[in-house]
């Protein structure tokens, strides 16, 4: 079984940051993706950005590439999504999630789920 715990959400201007944490334990697979997601009030829950555990790689929504950065740190077992120039629009709970797939970005291939962090950008 895996845990996700997400942390650092908030309430923020337009055109501040956040970092949210992810901080994964349990029995994760040999070699996995960590994915943020985004879901706003009735609206489907969207890919934010991902990196592939064991190499580093990562990769963007278009919504968020140049804003946002997606790291990882394996000795603390957390990844971080760092959220630069946040818009209004950014507002939505977001999860991190672990799925045994290279960097997909489709919220149903992911099989484990955090309880999620709530972001607020206000104008």
């Known amino acids: 079984q895996v845990q996700l715990v997400e942390s650092g959400g908030g309430l923020v201007q337009a055109g501040g940051s956040l970092r949210l944490s992810c901080t994964v334990s349990g029995r994760t697979f040999n070699t996995y993706t960590v994915g943020w997601f985004c879901q706003a009030p009735g609206k489907e829950r969207e890919f934010v950005a991902a990196?592939?555990?064991?190499?580093?790689?990562?990769r963007y929504s278009d919504s968020v590439k140049g804003r946002f950065i997606i790291s990882r740190d394996n000795a603390r077992n957390t990844v971080y999504l760092q959220m630069n120039s946040l818009k209004p629009e950014d507002t939505a709970v977001y999860y991190c999630?672990?799925?045994?797939?290279?960097?997909?970005?489709?919220?149903?291939?992911?099989?484990?789920w955090g309880q999620g962090t709530q972001v607020t950008v206000s104008s």
């Open positions: 999630a672990v799925t045994s797939k290279y960097m997909t970005t489709m919220h149903q291939d992911y099989s484990y």
């Open positions: 990196v592939y555990w064991n190499f580093g790689h990562t």
